[in-house]
């Protein structure tokens, strides 16, 4: 009988999974606004818009049912994904701790790291954390508050790229690959090199990491790796040839919002497809996922730099003087770069029992020249995120569903 219980549950997960997805609501939502999508929907070559958007519906027992809708999407339609891969390493390099406790290693060791090939570079100590000193669970912190660069690349090295590629291939992230560290010109040979670490617990070893080599190629099917008509070079000059973003990293739009409904919702995936997490990694991921800049002091921001709102470009665009909802908080993982705004999230409405997931890609680069940081992320990309997350919102206020209880999603930010 319990073998029985078991199956029925697994069918029950794998059916809720796989539900077909609606490829028209989402199309005639934008079209009834023209004054709002009208721009962008006359040129969808143009701004490359993927959209999945997941309605949340729950049981008197407040479980989750998912019924979801696209616009556009195509897995093999490449763009690129800057900082949302992020997200991946953040849960991955959390899962090596899980696997590696016996040693003593926790978040919170001190996480040395050295160098061992050309154009690696050496931590040791971070000055924004609140002993000096860095770590896992610090680097995460400022990925997911500020999406620092360096501190993804750090735990980039930690992971190791075959490490990372595995485990995109184990959860079902197919379409998605991550071969690169981000803004040093990571590429090549230089990126399947991965740096020494050793991790202390106070002055004591407990895990040493030697330097890894990844041979390996991680080829997808892709279309659209070769863009525009010219590009700056690393000397900054035009060269009049499309710009190629071949062997550069990839996270498909599903792949993206999959991993987020495997993050939020674990309970609704067989146990053997959910994340290898404990319940405090959850609760250090959604704290600081939803988190403002403003609301923490170690590390501590600047708030002309990165104002409340700086990271929620789904529902507040990039518009610095907002006063964000006190009743909203937005659990994501944005990234912009080479014209393209990308933003993958879980929204929640405490006060009017609101919650629904939201994925999104837009690009603009009307000359068609990469890397002259001349791209419409001011008066396309953003104004777009901001009114796609806003109409999303305005139709979940309206939807008819049962209240949920959404008491596991409220943090403390202090």
Not at 99 to 119: C, E, F, P, Q
Not at 169 to 179: T, V
Not at 369 to 379: H, M, S
Request: charged fraction near 25%.
């Amino acid at each position: 009988m319990r073998t029985l219980l078991s199956l029925l549950f697994l069918m029950n997960s794998f059916s809720l999974m796989a539900q077909k997805t609606d490829t028209t609501f989402l199309k005639k939502l934008m079209e009834s606004k023209p004054e709002l999508f009208g721009s962008v929907l006359n040129h969808p070559e143009q701004n490359q818009i993927q959209i999945l958007y997941t309605q949340i519906t729950r049981n008197a027992q407040n479980k989750p049912s998912f019924k979801s809708y696209s616009y556009h999407l195509d897995p093999h339609h490449y763009f690129y994904p800057a900082s949302t891969v992020k997200l991946a390493a953040v849960i991955f390099a959390l899962e090596k701790v899980n696997r590696l406790r016996s040693t003593g290693l926790t978040t919170k060791s001190t996480m040395i790291t050295d160098s061992a090939y050309k154009g690696q570079t050496r931590v040791l100590t971070d000055t924004s954390a609140k002993n000096g000193l860095p770590s896992v669970a610090h680097y995460i912190k400022k990925i997911l508050l500020t999406s620092d660069n360096d501190a993804f690349n750090r735990l980039f090295e930690f992971i190791g790229r075959s490490e990372i590629n595995e485990k995109l291939k184990k959860y079902g992230f197919k379409d998605s690959r991550i071969l690169n560290r981000l803004a040093i010109g990571d590429a090549g040979e230089t990126a399947k090199h991965t740096n020494p670490i050793r991790f202390y617990n106070d002055d004591h070893l407990v895990y040493d990491q030697k330097a890894q080599y990844d041979p390996k190629e991680y080829n997808l099917e892709l279309t659209n790796l070769v863009m525009g008509k010219g590009y700056l070079d690393s000397a900054d000059k035009l060269v009049n040839k499309p710009f190629s973003l071949a062997n550069k990293n990839a996270f498909a739009i599903n792949d993206q919002h999959h991993l987020m409904q495997k993050l939020i919702f674990p309970e609704a995936f067989p146990a053997n497809e959910r994340f290898n997490l404990t319940a405090d990694d959850y609760k250090l991921i959604y704290t600081y996922m939803s988190k403002y800049p403003t609301e923490s002091d170690y590390p501590k921001y600047d708030a002309k730099e990165f104002w409340p709102t700086y990271a929620k470009m789904l529902y507040y665009g990039r518009e610095k003087n907002v006063v964000p909802d006190s009743n909203i908080r937005i659990f994501n993982k944005y990234g912009d770069s080479y014209g393209y705004i990308i933003d993958n999230s879980y929204f929640v409405d405490f006060k009017n029992g609101i919650e629904y997931f939201l994925t999104a890609v837009v690009q603009s680069n009307e000359d068609g020249i990469f890397n002259d940081n001349k791209y419409e992320y001011e008066t396309v990309c953003y104004p777009f995120m901001k009114n796609l997350g806003r109409t999303i919102y305005e139709f979940e206020l309206n939807r008819k569903k049962r209240k949920p209880d959404l008491s596991k999603f409220e943090m403390n930010y202090r």
